[in-house]
């Protein structure tokens, strides 16, 4: 409350010592400016939900203004190439060049800090071996001895995209690409569209968040899966 005195009044005082001053002075047009700070003074100071507008009419506001550019001037003037995330700035400008049609390609080097502890790599062996069939595609067995239908699962699949999320497109892209490969493909918590049916490839039913796949008509959780004819 001490506050608000205060800057009332200093306010009032340069509304007054305003109005003297430019009454007297052939530059009566400065109240252009004057005038809607003052009011805007006002304002902030009869306001009731930020306390440092009320508490300092006007100036307090630079706070909120510089809070809008604190992210502008991050990234223009302190943030690196290299260190802007989730997405820095060097693959943001290949997305860019793309969207634009233009040369998307850096001749030579890197920026990145390759001899950095923890920077990880791969490199391809200079004396190659024949890899077995187990360590090329990799599977573990789902189910135990009670299990009906035991299913050998690759350890890589496709993971969970809803359908809504992606298009039919994507879905059949993905599973015609788990049949190719011999793996899975989870279908989301979209549940499961004819789409998914289409291309062969196995499938993991996403029964989480049971918001969307998992429902009949009436919105109850439905255990039973009707697959098409000829589908299992
Ligand atoms: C477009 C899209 C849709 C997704 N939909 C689901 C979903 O329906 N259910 C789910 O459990 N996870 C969903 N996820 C999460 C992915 O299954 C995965 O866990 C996540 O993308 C992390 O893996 P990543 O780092 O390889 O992208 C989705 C991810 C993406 C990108």
């Not at 189910?143 to 699949?157: D, F, I, K």
């Not at 809803?162 to 993905?174: E, R």
């Not at 190719?180 to 998914?196: K, Q, V």
């Not at 039913?205 to 049971?210: D, L, P, S, W």
Request: proline share 4%; charged share 20%.
């Amino acid at each position: 409350m001490r506050n608000e005195f205060i800057a009332f009044s200093i306010l009032s005082l340069v509304l007054v010592g305003g109005v003297a001053y430019f009454a007297w002075q052939p530059m009566w047009w400065a109240f252009v400016i004057l005038g809607p700070m003052i009011i805007l003074g006002v304002y902030d100071m009869l306001q009731k939900k930020h306390a440092i507008m009320r508490n300092y009419p006007i100036v307090g506001r630079g706070r909120y203004l510089m809070e809008e550019l604190r992210p502008k001037m991050y990234q223009y003037f302190i943030e690196s190439d290299t260190s802007g995330a989730p997405i820095n700035r060097i693959k943001r400008n290949i997305v860019y060049q793309r969207a634009k049609h233009e040369l998307d390609t850096t001749p030579f080097g890197t920026q990145l800090d390759v001899y950095e502890v923890g920077y990880e790599w791969l490199n391809h062996s200079i004396s190659a071996r024949k890899l077995s069939e187990e360590s090329l595609n990799p599977r573990v067995l789902v189910g135990g001895q009670a299990c009906l239908r035991p299913y050998s699962s690759s350890l890589l699949n496709v993971s969970a995209m809803s359908f809504g999320s992606l298009s039919k497109n994507a879905i059949m892209a993905l599973n015609g690409g788990a049949k190719i490969g011999s793996f899975a493909h989870n279908t989301g918590e979209g549940g499961l569209s004819p789409y998914h049916l289409k291309m062969g490839g196995d499938l993991i039913y996403q029964f989480g968040t049971g918001y969307f796949g998992c429902r009949d008509r009436n919105g109850n959780f439905r255990r039973k899966i009707s697959l098409p004819h000829g589908k299992s």
